[in-house]
């Protein structure tokens, strides 16, 4: 079945980047998108369509494409960005399929 | 506000049943495709199923297919998910969330999500 690869986890001191990758042979034909759920609450959707934002979310988030790789990167990050972040896209035959998580650790 | 509550998750034995509704709330959940995700504890997402808004198109995961059920009523804005043969596997928080797009073909995102109801299946 088709897999979408995150790392497990990432690591970042506050104000410092985050990049997140999210690796799947069918994304150069599919948009991705990327949620970001806290402990004990539902994901929200922080990027769309690969590098849209949502309104409400803050410019420190953002999203690029390139082959076979989508990337959500923050920006001067904030306490308050320590989450875990789930990229989604599809298969061929257009199933929806989420990444395996990572988690981002600000110290 | 645009709004999505679950409710119908419980305790239930390997084998039994369990039905799953979701209120939506500040739009009209007909003009939209809408979706069952869940989260098994401590785990990642998996995508469940899902209904298009017009000529019911639906589709399940393998996991599930041929044990679920998903439904909708327009009148009641509400969607539901029926699950029978449930497994310990089965065991997650499900949601429901939206596909904000009515000028696209699927498969798109999922925008908004509810807050979940927890399902356990265990003896």
């Known amino acids: 079945s088709y897999e979408l690869t995150q790392p497990p986890s990432v690591s970042v001191s506050p104000g410092q980047t985050a990049r997140i990758t999210c690796s799947g042979d069918a994304l150069p034909k599919q948009y991705a998108h990327w949620y970001q759920q806290k402990p004990g609450q539902a994901p929200i959707l922080v990027i769309y369509k690969d590098t849209e934002r949502p309104s409400g979310i803050p410019e420190r988030f953002s999203g690029s494409s390139s082959g076979t790789t989508v990337t959500l990167t923050i920006s001067g990050v904030q306490a308050d960005d320590e989450a875990d972040y789930f990229c989604?896209?599809?298969?061929?035959?257009?199933?929806?399929?989420f990444g395996t998580g990572t988690k981002v650790t600000v110290l | 506000e645009v709004q999505l509550v679950e409710s119908g998750g419980g305790l239930v034995k390997p084998g039994g049943s369990l039905r799953l509704s979701c209120v939506a709330s500040g739009f009209t959940s007909s003009n939209y495709n809408m979706h069952w995700v869940r989260q098994a504890p401590g785990k990642g997402l998996e995508w469940v199923s899902s209904?298009?808004?017009?000529?019911?198109?639906?589709s399940y995961a393998d996991s599930v297919k041929g044990r679920f059920t998903i439904s909708r009523d327009n009148a009641k804005n509400s969607l539901y998910l029926q699950m029978n043969s449930l497994r310990a596997d089965d065991t997650a928080v499900y949601y429901c969330?939206?596909?904000?797009?009515?000028?696209?073909?699927?498969?798109?995102?999922?925008?908004?999500w509810g807050q979940g109801t927890l399902v356990t299946v265990s003896s």
């Open positions: 209904i298009s808004r017009s000529i019911p198109y639906i």
């Open positions: 969330a939206r596909d904000p797009v009515t000028d696209y073909p699927s498969p798109n995102w999922f925008d908004p």
């Open positions: 989604q896209s599809a298969d061929s035959s257009g199933t929806y399929v």
